[in-house]
């Protein structure tokens, strides 16, 4: 199975930038190699659904953002450290959430949580204003 671990979060203030890390491991030995999965962040803020935040490819080679993080967010990977990040900058406090980094069980993924098998525990993120 995998794990992931998100870190990162914290109180910060708006306007201030945060980079998010997570790092993916496989427990057991499996078939389909880590790092030809695509990976995502999502959001959650009290009260809400969890929504879509970024995705990216497992070549790094393409991404994808909801619209409301579009050119304050990017998301990138290293996959030779099995780990992803969302850089995040310009943050307002409707960007506070606890975010959680996904896992998809295939080299692309969409917005959609059913791309997503393997989920982190999240950290929390708090934009004062």
């Known amino acids: 199975q995998v794990q992931l671990v998100e870190s990162g979060g914290r109180l910060v203030q708006a306007g201030d930038s945060l980079r998010l890390s997570c790092v993916a491991s496989?427990?057991?030995?499996?078939?389909?190699?880590?790092?030809?999965?695509?990976m995502g962040w999502f959001r959650q803020a009290p009260e809400k659904e969890r929504e879509f935040v970024a995705a990216?490819?497992?070549?790094?080679?393409?991404?994808t953002y909801t619209d409301s993080v579009k050119g304050r967010f990017t998301i990138s990977r290293d996959n030779a450290k099995n780990t992803v990040y969302l850089q995040m900058n310009s943050l307002k406090p409707e960007d506070t959430a606890v975010y959680y980094c996904?896992?998809?069980?295939?080299?692309?993924?969409?917005?959609?949580?059913?791309?997503?098998?393997?989920w982190g525990q999240g950290t929390q993120v708090t934009v004062s204003s």
């Open positions: 996904a896992a998809a069980s295939q080299s692309t993924a969409g917005p959609s949580r059913d791309y997503y098998p393997y």
């Open positions: 496989v427990r057991t030995t499996s078939s389909i190699v880590l790092g030809r999965r695509a």
């Open positions: 990216i490819t497992w070549s790094g080679g393409s991404t």
